[in-house]
């Protein structure tokens, strides 16, 4: 018996990774390079403390929208929970999701994601992205198995009214209840 050996297997290949795990990678050091290209490109013709205060702005910006996105989150959830029978009313601008994200793409240094950040913040680009996404989601995951497809089933359940099921809570720490055959406390 040795330690440390791998087992061989019929097919001794490594498992292939999908086309997007390929690309992703690729993808985000391309993004990277154009960010600080652009960034040395405005520095080049604006000044350093120029390219400072857009980057220090688009934090503070950011970081304030993330604040306004998170406590209207929060207020809904504190409404539903204090009204238990009825389901939130829909926003009139839809959820805090793609707020959030332009947020935090305006918190992260550069200037392609704070352009992309603001597409998120500006409504009528912000319905744009969430019906295109949303077809998205439903084409992937809705009809697929996996993790993706569930969260997706259980969101549109839980949106869409879902099914309740009716039950009993019984709880460990109580002494039972005195039934018909159960034991009789003395008077």
């Not at 019929?10 to 990277?32: D, E």
């Not at 029978?85 to 009139?92: I, L, T, V």
């Not at 392609?112 to 992205?129: H, K, V, W």
């Amino acid at each position: 018996m040795t330690f440390g050996a791998q087992q061989q297997t019929l097919n001794s290949r490594p498992p292939r990774r999908g086309r997007a795990r390929r690309l992703i990678p690729l993808g985000v050091a391309v993004w990277a390079v154009l960010e600080i290209w652009l960034l040395t490109l405005v520095a080049g013709e604006a000044g350093g403390w120029t390219v400072f205060a857009l980057l220090v702005g688009g934090v503070v910006a950011g970081s304030y929208v993330i604040k306004r996105a998170g406590r209207r989150a929060w207020q809904r959830l504190t409404q539903s929970l204090q009204t238990p029978g009825a389901a939130p009313a829909p926003e009139p601008g839809g959820g805090n999701a793609l707020t959030m994200l332009g947020g935090l793409l305006l918190m992260v240094p550069g200037l392609i994601s704070d352009a992309a950040g603001l597409l998120c913040l500006f409504p009528p680009t912000r319905a744009l992205l969430r019906r295109t996404l949303g077809r998205r989601l439903e084409r992937a995951g809705a009809g697929g198995p996996g993790p993706l497809g569930e969260a997706f089933r259980q969101a549109q359940a839980g949106r869409s009214g879902g099914k309740v099921v009716q039950g009993e809570v019984i709880r460990d720490d109580e002494p039972p209840a005195p039934g018909p055959g159960g034991p009789q406390l003395p008077r």
